[in-house]
């Protein structure tokens, strides 16, 4: 059976793509209800992931699918002179036969390449690029058409049980809950003019120039920024960004040096080392809120200290689960993608990345990030794109196979638990959370997601595990949402309706 992932292609009319997503279903019927095509199909493999397919309906087939349409419009046709149902056949033929042919072709080509690609055995990721309106039904003698298609690699599933894994462990302590608290504070802080100069940890208000010699590459105004080692923007960092802004005041300019990644927007600025100007509006530092009753009931109706520590506690046992998962994840997919040295089509995976995007956001949502933590891993991401992207899609196709094999699927309350937890995190409704997801159509990045951790959760449960501390993420990077090359192809990777939350739900409100 064709199979169906990701990519997306804009050649085809819009009810020529429903129909064609529809294929797997109507194939299915088809070998119940319907008489296969005699079809002769010829592949040309054009890479790992590329095929050319040209196919040959018979005359035989092309005759049956019009008497088969011909058949149910008799039944039902109104023409002049006659009573509903009770025209000619053959006028009838005449008189829509044109129509008649349209929906015979489409039908056609629909079924043709669904059964061609289960008789070929292709697992086929992205609608055929075929341009349907090309494509002539002949009066006499066969239809020959042909079309690109990505496909999954053919490969030798991996050896993936009794693999040797390190799993991070912590008990957590009431330090650790303390600092903990302190981060989750200091998102309803508030920003207080400071008297004196900046240090690490406080904030600055600036405007933003990134310039290459002359010329001017990207702007920012006002721009929040709190001073942290590394400054992150969606295709470059700032190292040591806390050392360039010690001291600094308002009024103040300082000059440091951007790196921007090799997978930069910008394509004559890969790699290269660019100028980052921050002319210092303010200064300020972060005022926590006190624990009083108000204050407790405005973040989610927590009615004493002692409870929110408890949610701390099992947030931060969460994040721990998360990296348990992910670092085991890590493990698994570097030894399942070790001879996975397919070449990846340069389109698949622009297409992808957003929808790794997708899927990474949810992850980090529903593990309880908080929305800097996520931004940061954003970025980091959009900073290697193409090979991140690249080493996601071989573990997806390798996952999505011993998921086939193990006959893994998600159920109904897989995609509740999973919208549960990102509400929790988001302090939302699961009903709009969930509509949020369905309406930025990020449910199939969610089925993966769901995919992907039931397979290695299998996976996990043959392996042997040795223990290894667990250590919190530093916490050394500031992200903000530009990108300093100033070409920004990738847009915001949030959920549709998320973005005025994240600004007003979490960090700090300025006095």
């Not at 006499?140 to 049980?161: A, C, S, Y």
Request: aromatic share 4%; with cysteine.
């Amino acid at each position: 059976m064709a199979h169906k992932t990701p990519p997306e292609s804009d050649s085809l009319a819009p009810e020529d793509v429903a129909e064609l997503e529809n294929s797997d279903i109507e194939g299915e019927e088809a070998t119940e209800d319907q008489e296969p095509l005699e079809l002769e199909v010829v592949v040309d493999k054009r890479g790992a992931c590329q095929r050319h397919l040209t196919i040959t309906v018979g005359r035989a087939d092309i005759d049956r699918y019009f008497d088969s349409e011909f058949s149910e419009l008799v039944k039902e046709a109104e023409v002049p002179g006659f009573r509903p149902g009770h025209a000619p056949r053959k006028l009838i033929e005449a008189r829509f036969r044109k129509d008649v042919a349209e929906k015979v072709k489409t039908t056609l080509l629909t079924d043709a390449i669904g059964q061609a690609a289960d008789d070929e055995g292709l697992s086929v990721i992205s609608e055929p690029e075929i341009d349907v309106d090309a494509v002539k039904l002949p009066d006499e003698g066969p239809l020959t058409f042909e079309f690109d298609v990505e496909v999954r690699p053919e490969f030798d599933v991996p050896q993936w049980k009794g693999l040797s894994i390190k799993r991070p462990v912590r008990e957590f302590t009431a330090d650790d809950v303390d600092a903990q608290l302190k981060r989750v504070l200091a998102r309803y802080g508030r920003l207080v003019p400071k008297d004196g100069p900046a240090a690490s940890g406080d904030y600055v208000t600036a405007n933003l120039t990134f310039t290459d010699g002359e010329q001017v590459l990207s702007k920012a105004e006002e721009e929040v920024i709190r001073i942290r080692p590394n400054l992150s923007f969606r295709d470059g960092k700032v190292t040591e960004f806390d050392k360039l802004m010690d001291g600094v005041r308002a009024g103040e300019t300082r000059q440091g040096k951007a790196n921007l990644t090799d997978d930069a927007p910008n394509v004559l600025l890969r790699g290269k080392e660019v100028t980052a100007t921050f002319e210092v509006l303010e200064v300020k530092e972060l005022e926590l809120p006190e624990l009083t009753e108000e204050f407790l009931e405005s973040i989610g109706g927590v009615e004493s200290e002692a409870d929110l520590r408890d949610l701390i506690k099992d947030n931060l046992v969460r994040q721990l689960e998360y990296q348990q998962h992910q670092q085991a994840r890590e493990q698994v997919t570097a030894v399942l993608t070790e001879a996975a040295d397919w070449d990846l089509p340069p389109e698949l995976l622009k297409r992808q990345s957003q929808r790794e995007l997708h899927r990474a956001v949810l992850e980090l949502q529903r593990s309880g990030f908080s929305e800097d933590e996520i931004r940061a891993h954003e970025n980091e991401l959009r900073q290697h794109s193409n090979e991140s992207t690249a080493r996601a899609l071989k573990e997806h196709f390798i996952l999505e196979r011993i998921a086939e094999d193990e006959e893994i699927d998600a159920t109904e309350a897989d995609y509740e638990r999973e919208i549960t937890l990102i509400a929790m995190q988001t302090n939302d409704s699961v009903r709009k959370v969930r509509a949020r997801i369905e309406k930025g159509g990020m449910m199939d990045a969610l089925h993966n997601q769901i995919i992907e951790r039931k397979v290695i959760d299998r996976i996990l449960a043959e392996a042997v595990f040795k223990e290894v501390p667990y250590q919190f993420e530093s916490g050394e990077t500031e992200a903000i949402d530009r990108a300093a090359g100033g070409h920004e192809d990738i847009p915001e990777a949030k959920p549709e309706g998320h973005e005025e939350e994240a600004e007003t739900d979490d960090g700090p409100t300025e006095a």
